[in-house]
């Protein structure tokens, strides 16, 4: 089949993310002979307006703000070519129940983000806009097959009256080599904490700071680890609070390459995950691969991919206090340590892009034979 898949980035977008990583490796392994994909995402600067693969094609088209109106005038001019079209929902939807008609369109939805994530992340107007487009969503979508990634995100959806048979959960998964035994990995010789990930303000990544100023009293030679791509004044932020309340041995290590991502995350002793809300929290599971056991907040999303005492532990939401005792009690507890990095690899091993590869074409071959 031809299939048409809207997002508003592709990986090679500096702002992309967890979900452009989750629908471009999913559909890279549906790609074949038989299955064209062509991505209608924002050009970003330097960006090509168009990109040839095997058995793929990028086009990049308007800005983030403008690419939900190229994308419908782009399917109304090639509708007759495309057998499906994905809607890959980031708050603001494109909209494809309006003008793509029948039962040639599935939606992917990985959070609803609410009020409070948007306005961390854009300001007043964009946020207001944002945040009444999705609101849009139960409306617009209410007979639209969708793809989420987690029980929290499913029921979220149920609380918006969206009939239950329309929803399907596919899960994330990870590129990480999941082969290794937990007595494998070398872990640093002193406590580490360690967060890799996007570096935005919605991430809460200064909560994390301030309960490793708590560790940092009662562990003298912790460290904290903090690496990823993302917004710049975010680093400026944390980086500012960091020396602002005199916490030492804190390490902004930038983006980092998948080998070094890999490195970083077996050496840890624990992953710290301040957000507030996920879809599911691909890089809890990344971490669970390098046998690293993770303390979240029990928020929806992570407390679906972190199972308190089995992969994790589980602290009260925006509780800082209560997120660095978790963080203690695993940095001083060898065995339950060990314990819950074991489990970690053996509960990573079911994400797995193959399997969700899979699930996903079988949807959209239904899809077709309706």
Same mark, same amino acid.
């Given at each position: 089949?031809?299939?048409?898949?809207?997002?508003?980035?592709?990986?090679?977008?500096?702002?992309?993310?967890?979900?452009?990583?989750?629908?471009?490796?999913?559909?890279?392994?549906?790609?074949?002979?038989?299955?064209?994909?062509?991505?209608?995402?924002?050009?970003?600067?330097?960006?090509?307006?168009?990109?040839?693969?095997?058995?793929?094609?990028?086009?990049?088209?308007?800005?983030?703000?403008?690419?939900?109106?190229?994308?419908?005038?782009?399917?109304?001019?090639?509708?007759?070519?495309?057998?499906?079209?994905?809607?890959?929902?980031?708050?603001?939807?494109?909209?494809?129940?309006?003008?793509?008609?029948?039962?040639?369109?599935?939606?992917?939805?990985?959070?609803?983000?609410?009020?409070?994530?948007?306005?961390?992340?854009?300001?007043?107007?964009?946020?207001?806009?944002?945040?009444?487009?999705?609101?849009?969503?139960?409306?617009?979508?209410?007979?639209?097959?969708?793809?989420?990634?987690?029980?929290?995100?499913?029921?979220?959806?149920?609380?918006?009256?969206?009939?239950?048979?329309?929803?399907?959960?596919?899960?994330?998964?990870?590129?990480?080599?999941?082969?290794?035994?937990?007595?494998?990995?070398?872990?640093?010789?002193?406590?580490?904490?360690?967060?890799?990930?996007?570096?935005?303000?919605?991430?809460?990544?200064?909560?994390?700071?301030?309960?490793?100023?708590?560790?940092?009293?009662?562990?003298?030679?912790?460290?904290?680890?903090?690496?990823?791509?993302?917004?710049?004044?975010?680093?400026?932020?944390? =980086?500012?609070? /960091?020396?602002? @309340? %005199?916490? *030492?041995?804190?390490?902004? &290590? !930038?983006?980092?390459?998948? #080998?070094?991502?890999?490195?970083?995350?077996?050496?840890?002793?624990?992953?710290?995950?301040?957000?507030?809300?996920?879809?599911?929290?691909?890089?809890?599971?990344?971490?669970?691969?390098?046998?690293?056991?993770?303390?979240?907040?029990?928020?929806?999303?992570?407390?679906?991919?972190?199972?308190?005492?089995?992969?994790?532990?589980?602290?009260?939401?925006?509780?800082?206090?209560?997120?660095?005792? =978790?963080?203690? /009690?695993?940095? @001083? %507890?060898? *065995?339950?340590?060990?314990? &819950? !990095?074991?489990?970690?690899? #053996?509960?990573?091993?079911?994400?797995?892009?193959?399997?969700?590869?899979?699930?996903?074409?079988?949807?959209?071959?239904?899809?077709?034979?309706?």
């Amino acid at each position: 089949m031809n299939i048409l898949a809207f997002n508003w980035r592709d990986p090679k977008n500096p702002d992309a993310g967890g979900a452009e990583e989750y629908l471009f490796n999913i559909l890279s392994l549906i790609s074949n002979e038989n299955n064209k994909i062509t991505y209608l995402v924002a050009s970003f600067l330097g960006s090509l307006p168009k990109e040839e693969g095997d058995n793929y094609t990028i086009i990049r088209k308007g800005s983030k703000y403008t690419v939900y109106l190229q994308a419908a005038l782009f399917y109304i001019k090639n509708r007759k070519k495309y057998d499906v079209v994905i809607d890959s929902i980031n708050t603001v939807p494109f909209f494809t129940p309006l003008y793509v008609w029948g039962n040639k369109k599935i939606a992917i939805i990985h959070h609803l983000n609410g009020w409070e994530k948007i306005r961390n992340e854009l300001t007043l107007l964009p946020s207001i806009i944002a945040y009444l487009a999705e609101k849009t969503i139960p409306i617009i979508y209410k007979k639209t097959p969708i793809i989420t990634v987690s029980k929290s995100t499913k029921e979220d959806l149920l609380k918006k009256n969206i009939e239950e048979n329309h929803i399907k959960i596919i899960l994330n998964g990870i590129k990480i080599d999941k082969k290794k035994a937990y007595n494998e990995i070398k872990k640093a010789e002193v406590p580490t904490v360690i967060y890799i990930g996007r570096i935005k303000f919605s991430k809460n990544i200064d909560d994390l700071i301030k309960a490793f100023k708590i560790v940092k009293s009662k562990i003298k030679n912790a460290k904290l680890i903090i690496g990823g791509k993302g917004d710049q004044d975010c680093y400026e932020y944390l =980086k500012n609070l /960091t020396k602002n @309340e %005199n916490i *030492e041995d804190v390490y902004f &290590l !930038g983006e980092l390459s998948e #080998e070094d991502k890999v490195k970083q995350l077996e050496l840890a002793w624990v992953f710290g995950y301040p957000s507030y809300k996920e879809g599911w929290g691909i890089s809890a599971i990344e971490a669970n691969a390098c046998g690293t056991p993770v303390v979240a907040y029990n928020v929806p999303g992570l407390r679906d991919s972190i199972k308190n005492g089995t992969n994790g532990l589980l602290a009260k939401e925006k509780d800082i206090k209560d997120m660095a005792d =978790k963080i203690v /009690t695993l940095l @001083e %507890n060898h *065995e339950l340590r060990e314990k &819950l !990095g074991k489990n970690a690899i #053996e509960w990573s091993k079911n994400s797995s892009y193959e399997k969700s590869a899979k699930q996903f074409y079988e949807e959209l071959k239904l899809l077709q034979s309706k």
